[in-house]
């Protein structure tokens, strides 16, 4: 049961979200729901506790990354992949949404309480969880215009009745920050009342109300829902976008920090514990905030590393990412970056805001559309267009430079770019395609004429089999350099996520830092050359005393000098 303390800390943030607000209902009742649905969970849920350490590691897929001669069960299907070639490397798998869904590849979600059928059924995720941890969506901004709650939405039927946004004209619109271009209201009559719609995403995707306590008790029941099958780490989908206010931005408004708050403080009420994570494609400071005071998001997504790690290797310049590195806080226990490089989605530019110079990222895109690289738009005050992210597959991406424009080191930028990620501080994310070098799926993007499609290939898994038993394939040289550098990380105590890390300027052709474990016994220097030559370094120590952990063979010039090749990572350990 629940002390009253705990009860009051619940009682407490239910008022500060919903002070001004007229409510259906006594804030009280609301309080007993969330008591009833804490205690109901732990009364038949064994407490059982998360580890993180330098193990933990996310693999990034769909439910349906893998197919197979139009064979239903398709979790299943990755799931003996993962098996058989994963799960030495990762230990969490972040299924992008698998819930029935009428577009946006799952995003827009008809049911958070059933699975597609195409992808197979609820024991699948459940026996999967027994040996690995799973990342799921809660997208919890938005359902689709097509679901069973928008349906009984029109029909003024629960559950769905006053689940969604509805704005008068007389709300103002105008300081509204856009992740989109499409017409964000939609005009409607129903309950002989002239009201507009809000849709932040896209037509088919109607953002639900939150000012109605029933909605995040919904939430809610869905998260502990999700829980009973063995998930315990939730992204919340665009979540900064949650509420809307009259005249203002209606982005990381204070209720929504305090509803995360909120969240954060069940999840620790629980038997099971689990991980909340924050997905805010946005710049840094308004991204960094999401941790609150240790209060709120478990984990947030690094979005500036993706941004700031292309610019660095296609313009051979490590001067901002040494810069950002430098400023960037460090985290404590409990709290972490995930980094990534590659997502379901493409590379978000507004990260790069106050980081990068206009002219950087001017040139930064003008290089990714040389690429390959397709733009989503979103809109600002004045009513123009500005770049949202640039969709184009990792591979593409590092492709190609200005002083490499035959691609003569693609592999190299390629690999040593996941090295970054893989032992900056924080945990790993790799998306599913990144570990083949899957190139831009321009087929499907003819097809579809969705931007995101790029980067959102569906492999046969019979294939990609054959190709990992070829040696001499593209796939197979890619998965093995990149599991490698997982592999050794899963080894060493000063990568574990809140390690230390210091940032050494060698100049504007090095990016390096340096770890150190949580027991101070173990240091790595991480150093990656980002030049199209032969960099010889001196660093302030008696190289001697340290292994490079990726080339154990490698040489040095003198004890204090090491030659690195172009665009060459090395991790130097002390032990």
């Not at 006594?26 to 059982?48: G, M, R």
């Not at 790595?524 to 032969?534: A, G, H, Y």
């Amino acid at each position: 049961m629940l002390s009253q303390k705990d009860q009051k800390k619940i009682n407490s943030k239910l008022i500060s979200i919903y002070k001004g607000i007229k409510l259906s209902s006594d804030i009280n009742a609301y309080s007993e729901e969330i008591f009833k649905i804490i205690n109901k969970f732990n009364k038949t849920h064994l407490k059982k506790r998360i580890k993180i350490s330098e193990k933990t590691s996310v693999v990034i897929c769909y439910g349906d990354s893998l197919i197979e001669n139009n064979q239903k069960k398709l979790l299943k299907i990755f799931q003996n992949f993962y098996k058989k070639k994963l799960n030495k490397y990762f230990n969490t798998v972040h299924y992008l949404p698998f819930y029935p869904s009428s577009s946006d590849s799952g995003f827009a979600v008809k049911d958070h309480y059933n699975i597609d059928q195409r992808l197979g059924s609820w024991s699948d995720i459940n026996n999967f969880s027994k040996k690995n941890s799973i990342m799921a969506d809660i997208v919890i901004n938005h359902a689709s215009a097509r679901g069973l709650w928008f349906k009984n939405f029109l029909k003024d039927k629960s559950p769905g009745k006053n689940y969604f946004l509805t704005v008068d004209k007389k709300f103002d619109t105008s300081k509204v920050v856009r992740p989109r271009d499409h017409k964000l209201l939609k005009k409607i009559d129903i309950f002989k009342k002239n009201d507009y719609l809000w849709r932040t995403f896209s037509p088919d995707q109607i953002d639900l109300n939150f000012k109605n306590p029933s909605v995040l008790l919904r939430f809610i029941k869905i998260m502990t829902n999700l829980m009973t099958y063995g998930v315990t780490i939730f992204r919340l989908d665009a979540i900064a976008y949650l509420w809307k206010q009259s005249g203002t931005k209606s982005i990381n408004l204070k209720q929504t920090h305090e509803i995360i708050k909120l969240l954060r403080l069940i999840c620790n009420l629980l038997n099971i514990s689990t991980i909340i994570v924050t997905e805010t494609n946005l710049p840094e400071k308004e991204n960094i905030s999401y941790f609150g005071k240790h209060d709120e998001a478990n984990w947030i997504y690094n979005f500036s590393l993706p941004p700031l790690l292309m610019h660095a290797f296609l313009f051979e310049n490590s001067s901002a990412l040494n810069k950002w590195s430098n400023k960037l806080p460090s985290t404590k226990l409990g709290n972490n970056y995930l980094n990534f490089i590659a997502s379901h989605d493409g590379i978000g530019m507004r990260p790069a805001e106050g980081i990068l110079s206009k002219n950087s990222i001017k040139n930064l895109l003008n290089r990714l559309k040389k690429n390959g690289s397709k733009f989503s738009f979103r809109k600002i005050q004045n009513k123009t267009k500005k770049v949202y992210e640039a969709n184009i597959t990792v591979f593409n991406a590092l492709q190609k430079s200005d002083n490499d424009p035959k691609g003569k080191y693609f592999f190299e930028r390629y690999i040593s770019a996941h090295a970054i990620m893989i032992s900056f501080e924080g945990i790993p994310a790799v998306y599913f395609n990144s570990l083949f070098g899957t190139s831009n799926d321009e087929a499907k993007f003819i097809i579809s004429g969705n931007n995101r499609d790029v980067n959102r290939y569906r492999w046969n898994n019979t294939n990609l089999l054959n190709k990992l038993k070829n040696n001499r394939s593209k796939q197979y040289i890619f998965y093995k350099n990149i599991t490698n550098l997982l592999e050794i990380r899963r080894k060493q105590s000063a990568f574990h996520p809140n390690a230390s890390r210091q940032t050494i300027n060698l100049g504007p052709k090095i990016f390096c830092f340096k770890r150190v474990s949580l027991d101070k016994r173990q240091t790595i220097i991480c150093i990656t050359n980002l030049s199209s030559e032969v960099q010889n370094t001196k660093l302030k120590i008696n190289l001697l005393n340290f292994k490079n952990l990726i080339l154990p063979n490698h040489q040095l010039v003198n004890k204090s000098v090491i030659e690195i090749q172009p665009f060459q990572t090395l991790w130097l350990s002390n032990r």
